[in-house]
């Protein structure tokens, strides 16, 4: 029953003491007349307390004298006596007023602006190109049009997909799915050449339809003509086709890495520290000393915005930068650790350059001495795909 | 007074008599609430410390430690410790405390 105690509270309400003979008589009576009481509590043999609405409380006077009770009034209680004390204070009445004014004023903008799911675009293009538009923080609500944004968008950056603008609060969540770009797929039927797509050595070539140029063994350069899209038939005519062929080459990748004996390591301490700063709108403004107070630190920034639930978020915040002290160790790393750090980096590095689909024919590690540590050298042979169709050119 | 009083009991007699026994089987046949049908108090309990009463007709006596409450099947005695009536309406009433015993006089 919290809402019925809190709906009488904003309607105001009276407790009242009712003093006689019979003051079950007394309740009797209001409840016929239609008059609500509640916590009715018998304090003594001959009084009662109740509570009663402000309204009812004027229907009082005739129960009481028919009743023959005494009847007075305890405490008064409720919105509109606590309204009554300060109707005097105006300013402070004023002021109450401004600040709803103010928070509805400021809620009615766009303080943030939030991209998610991109990938590949930066985030940071799509909402200067979003605030090109007329989205950005700052802007009244009612102005913006979401569909025309959405449509403007998706004209101005072409990688997109899908982009939704969900407008809750003073925030403005941006949702985007980037486009996958589609490999170039030649139709059948437009003639076409083969080129390399890279460097290497021909391992095999199986030519389904063209004239190939090169043969198994051949050296070939990035962008070389491997299968001529032009088949010469038994009368010596040119005709063009749309060359297709399967041609493995040997590639190969290479990475170095190079180990110090002696080297200095970043060490996190547990030292840290946190400066303030008060952010409003786009300036931030110290608090107090904003230097860093080490010689080599991290930050790490974290920014409070003042808000009303999740949604609705003021363009004021706090901004805290903790800062990490990091101590620099010098450390010795012995030769045979050196090699093989060397080794393992030099590996994970030249992986990330083999595509997925090459089969990894052979792998060859160097390792020799360089000034004050090791150098790894890692050479690995693949064996790859690498002829490219090409729209022959007339 | 008295003789209203006592044309009102020799009716709920006469009732009693021949139509709530028809009444009552008609209730419970299309399983009608009785309370309605019979215009009998309903009384809900909430462990001993709160009870919910239903179609009643007046309180007779109010006391910390004791409620007489007037319903068309007599008087409903509540005995216990510092009770209070939460809530009252015209048709129910909710009283509170440390109910010890529920008595019905005739």
Redo the contacts between chains.
């Keep these: 029953m919290l809402i019925l105690r809190i709906w009488n509270y904003i309607r105001g309400y009276v407790i009242i003491m009712v003093e006689g003979f019979f003051p079950e008589k007394f309740i009797n009576v209001c409840i016929n007349r239609g008059i609500f009481l509640w916590d009715i509590n018998r304090e003594n043999s001959s009084t009662v307390t109740m509570k009663v609405g402000v309204k009812a409380f004027k229907k009082l006077i005739p129960v009481v004298r028919k009743t023959r009770c005494r009847l007075s009034v305890r405490a008064k209680k409720g919105l509109p006596f606590l309204l009554r004390r300060y109707r005097k204070r105006k300013t402070f009445a004023a002021g109450c007023l401004i600040f709803i004014g103010m928070v509805y004023l400021l809620s009615s903008f766009i303080w943030t602006v939030e991209v998610y799911g991109n990938e590949k675009i930066p985030t940071q293009e799509i909402v200067k190109n979003l605030s090109d538009i007329g989205l950005k923080a700052g802007v009244w609500k009612p102005v913006i049009n979401t569909e025309t944004i959405i449509n403007r968008m998706m004209i101005e950056i072409q990688e997109l997909a899908w982009i939704s603008i969900d407008i809750s609060g003073t925030r403005a969540i941006i949702e985007v799915a980037e486009r996958v770009k589609q490999p170039r797929i030649i139709e059948k039927d437009i003639p076409c050449n083969i080129v390399a797509g890279k460097d290497g050595i021909i391992d095999s070539i199986y030519v389904k339809e063209g004239t190939p140029l090169v043969d198994e063994g051949s050296t070939v350069k990035k962008g070389d003509l491997l299968v001529a899209g032009m088949v010469e038939n038994n009368n010596g005519v040119l005709r063009y086709v749309h060359a297709m062929a399967d041609i493995n080459a040997r590639t190969w990748y290479e990475e170095s890495t190079v180990v110090l004996f002696s080297r200095t390591r970043v060490i996190e301490t547990n030292n840290t520290k946190n400066r303030y700063s008060i952010k409003l709108f786009d300036k931030v403004v110290g608090l107090g000393d904003t230097q860093s107070p080490f010689e080599h630190f991290n930050v790490e920034q974290d920014i409070r915005y003042l808000s009303l639930g999740w949604d609705v978020r003021f363009p004021f915040g706090i901004v805290t930068h903790k800062y990490t002290e990091k101590k620099l160790v010098k450390e010795k790393v012995s030769s045979s650790k050196a090699k093989e750090e060397a080794a393992n980096s030099a590996w994970e590095k030249v992986k990330l350059t083999i595509p997925q689909k090459a089969r990894i024919a052979d792998k060859k590690l160097y390792v020799e001495p360089s000034a004050g540590g090791v150098k790894a050298r890692i050479l690995v042979e693949c064996i790859e795909e690498i002829g490219i169709q090409e729209k022959i050119s007339y | 007074m008295p003789r209203k009083s006592r044309e009102k009991a020799g009716r709920t007699r006469k009732e009693k008599r021949d139509g709530i026994s028809l009444k009552e089987k008609f209730s419970e046949a299309l399983e009608l609430p009785k309370e309605l049908i019979l215009d009998v108090p309903r009384i809900t309990l909430i462990g001993n410390r709160q009870l919910f009463l239903e179609n009643y007709k007046?309180?007779?006596?109010?006391?910390?430690n004791k409620v007489r409450i007037k319903t068309h099947e007599g008087v409903v005695s509540l005995e216990g410790s510092g009770?209070?009536?939460?809530?009252?309406?015209?048709e129910d009433i909710m009283v509170t405390g440390t109910i010890s015993s529920i008595q019905f006089q005739y």
Excluded at chain 2, 83 to 90: D, F, N, Q
């Design positions: 007046g309180i007779i006596e109010y006391e910390d009770i209070l009536i939460k809530e009252i309406t015209s």
